[in-house]
């Protein structure tokens, strides 16, 4: 190796949309947690391309929504 760290591209993907690729020393396994821009998530497969691109399957967790409180119109002026 001669001092050279072997250094794979990543590509995250959910279903077919690209969300990230990135440089790594070591790539994620299968059912390992990740995060990111902010959304929790499990790797679901992973793909080798080439010698060093590699494809990562995520499926992310679904986010719950809160409804907004509903709105008390009667402290507002009655035109």
Request: net charge positive; no cysteine; proline share 4%.
């Amino acid at each position: 190796m001669n001092g050279e760290t072997k250094m794979f591209v990543v590509h995250f993907l959910e279903n077919k949309n690209q969300l990230l690729s990135q440089l790594l020393k070591q790539v994620p396994s299968v059912g390992e947690d990740v995060v990111i821009k902010g959304r929790k998530g499990k790797v679901s497969s992973v793909t080798p391309i080439g010698e060093k691109q590699i494809q990562v399957q995520l499926f992310f967790e679904k986010v719950i929504v809160k409804g907004k409180p509903a709105v008390d119109n009667s402290k507002k002026k009655k035109r």
